[in-house]
């Protein structure tokens, strides 16, 4: 609907004219911020062959209920939702909307809000995920990308800043790349969330061509006002979800209208984000102390920095990690000369009193690069490695945290 009540005009392709230059712009457009709006296909669409529903598909049945309900964490699954959704995560909002609607949240909207300013060091991508009821919002943070230079040097700008609010320690100080990332991206996510709260569909005004910002075409208002908010991210993702939940809750402005909606922070081999200061200030609210939920994949090298050399940094929040007895299943493999099954060389996630510390030397990082490659092979496979590279991988949380009896993401 346009302002005025004036039928949009059509243009190249059919579509309406200001979603047609919308999409030109974000094409023609080398930086700066962008979005891309989408709603997940349906059911019927993503099963053309087979019956709608199935006892696997989707993959949790009352996905939206259960995560309005929860109020314990961490929940099993929604830790297994949420990993999936950090993962696919990397991918573009028209994938993740499908494989969310997959894991149960049919007729999704989901809104992807991007900022790059290569100088800067910024790269900084957020989904809003909107439940079709308008009642349920997950908030996930893109992590490092593989092949994006910046994405790197993001993750080792660790000069400290301290937070533009106050925190317990007024001399607490943060990341500088993950803070600056944050904030690139925060107004207009604070936006859809806003309009969330006040029961909007979450896509955003469009600017004209007079640049004013007119009614976008698309839903209208949701059936109900945001419920319950999750933020998830894998890797510097998750990092960023981490003080995004910290500026809910400590920043007036938010706090008053949605820290009382936040539910739960859950992470996936997030590195740190604070110094001990920041950690400690964290720990002493109850809320980021018992619901920021990190787990970490057996010897995922990435919970463990920044390295000790840049400076003292601390985790916060609760801390769940998943050992393989590598060694146990080496020893097997010797005296049986049989591989083991893949039953064996599953571990089980413990909750650790003490969380991840720093890691104490550089040579760990060209020792867990190193470690990536021995794992591509059956005989140095199952060798104990202190940090690695490959179990920073995401499909690794989501294999650990799949609950038994669910085959997996796709439902089918």
Known sequence: MVSGGRKPETAAGGYPALDWEHRIRDVLRPGGPRSQEVQAPSYEEMRPFGHRETAGFPVYKNLERRLLDATAHPDPEIAHMLAVCAAYSYS??????????????????????????????????????QSRSGRVGILVYRGTEPLNFINWLSDIDVDPERIGYQIGDPRATVHAGVYRNVRATRYEVMNMLRRACDRHAIQSPRPDGDGLNHETYGPGPAEGDLEALYITGHSQGGAMAALMGVMIRHERKYRETIGDRLK?????????????????????????????????????????????????????????????????????????????????????????????????????????????????????????????????????????????????????
């Not at 920041?278 to 390295?307: G, K």
Request: glycine share 6%; aromatic share 10%.
């Open 92 to 129: 573009d909002a028209r994938t993740l909307s499908m494989i969310m609607a997959r894991m149960g949240l049919e007729d999704n909207h989901v809104q992807m809000i991007q900022t790059s300013v290569d100088a800067m060091l910024v790269c900084s991508t957020a989904y809003l995920i």
């Open 264 to 412: 739960a922070v859950y992470t996936y081999g997030q590195p740190m984000i604070g110094d001990p200061a920041f950690a400690a200030a964290c720990e002493r609210d109850e809320f980021l102390r018992e619901n920021v939920v990190r787990y970490v994949y057996d010897s995922d090298i990435v919970p463990s920095l920044p390295p000790a050399a840049a400076g003292p940094f601390r985790h916060f929040g609760r801390e769940y990690h998943y050992r393989i007895p590598h060694l146990r299943n080496g020893l097997i493999d010797a005296v049986t000369r049989q591989r083991h099954s893949p039953q064996a060389k599953k571990g089980a996630w413990e909750a650790r009193r003490r969380p991840t510390q720093q890691l104490p030397s550089l040579l760990g990082i060209p020792l867990s690069a190193m470690s990536f490659v021995g794992r591509k092979f059956a005989a140095t496979r199952s060798l104990p490695v202190v940090f690695s590279v490959d179990d920073h991988m995401p499909q690794h949380y989501i294999a650990a945290l799949t609950p038994p009896g669910v085959h997996d993401e796709y439902g089918d």
